[in-house]
């Protein structure tokens, strides 16, 4: 059974704070790794994908990658309020079905 | 640019009945992949629809079937529901196997009574 790991949370920080948020993938053939963010009572919205080790950028979100520990990563800098929301890492497996892990409740506190 | 749309965004239903969802694919996508979504849960795949035939299929029994049409769209169908049938169904869509993500709809929450 290929499975996607994470922390339920929640996981509380400060606001201004970094938030990291943690997945693990069981089928190293998976290529392609995706966060969505989901909003209570919403559908889960892309916020970033990554392919390749190492990391990517994008405004205060960034993914990590390290494909040998079967690990993916998002941190949050500068963390608002309005990040407060299910993340939800999803895996791309080998046979090309996106796979989700149960998510991890992100609180900002004001 | 049109999102993904699904209806009906609610839906109550007794035990033992049937039930219909619909989806209509965000604009240039071909691929439409359905999702359930237990509350407090990550989104557990049903199946994939790709040029009108299903491609891929999760664990999910015999009576959850699909169907996709020549225009992209797709409807989920569950037969003999049961009351752990609750859930908030996703569909989503992509552009060939998704390689980009998927895009997902509002959903259409399913309440079984």
């Known amino acids: 059974q290929k499975e996607v790991e994470q922390n339920s949370g929640p996981l509380s920080v400060p606001e201004g704070a970094i938030a990291s948020l943690n997945c693990t993938y069981s089928?190293?053939?998976?290529?392609?790794f995706f966060w969505y963010r989901q909003y209570s009572g919403k559908s889960p919205e892309l916020i970033m994908f990554?392919?390749?080790?190492g990391d990517k950028e994008d405004g205060r979100f960034t993914a990590q990658l390290n494909k040998a520990s079967q690990y993916v990563s998002l941190l949050i800098r500068d963390s608002q309020p309005s990040d407060s929301a299910t993340y939800l890492c999803a895996v791309m497996d080998s046979s090309y079905k996106l796979i989700f892990g149960s998510g991890t409740r992100l609180l900002v506190r004001p | 640019d049109a999102g993904v749309t699904q209806s009906p965004t609610h839906l109550i239903k007794t035990r033992g009945q049937q039930v219909t969802l619909r989806c209509s694919p965000k604009s240039g996508h071909d691929t439409v992949s359905w999702y359930q979504q237990a509350l407090g849960q990550g989104p557990q795949f049903i199946f994939q629809?790709?040029?009108?035939?299903?491609?891929q299929r999760g664990n999910f029994p015999d009576r959850f079937s699909g169907h996709q049409f020549p225009n992209y769209s797709s409807e989920l169908n569950v037969n003999a529901l049961l009351l752990g049938d609750s859930a908030l169904y996703l569909c989503?869509?992509?552009?060939?196997?998704?390689?980009?993500?998927?895009?997902f709809g509002s959903g259409t929450r399913l309440t079984v009574v």
């Open positions: 989503a869509s992509s552009l060939g196997a998704g390689s980009g993500g998927y895009t």
């Open positions: 990554i392919y390749s080790n």
């Open positions: 089928d190293r053939g998976s290529q392609s």
């Open positions: 629809y790709y040029e009108e035939e299903e491609r």
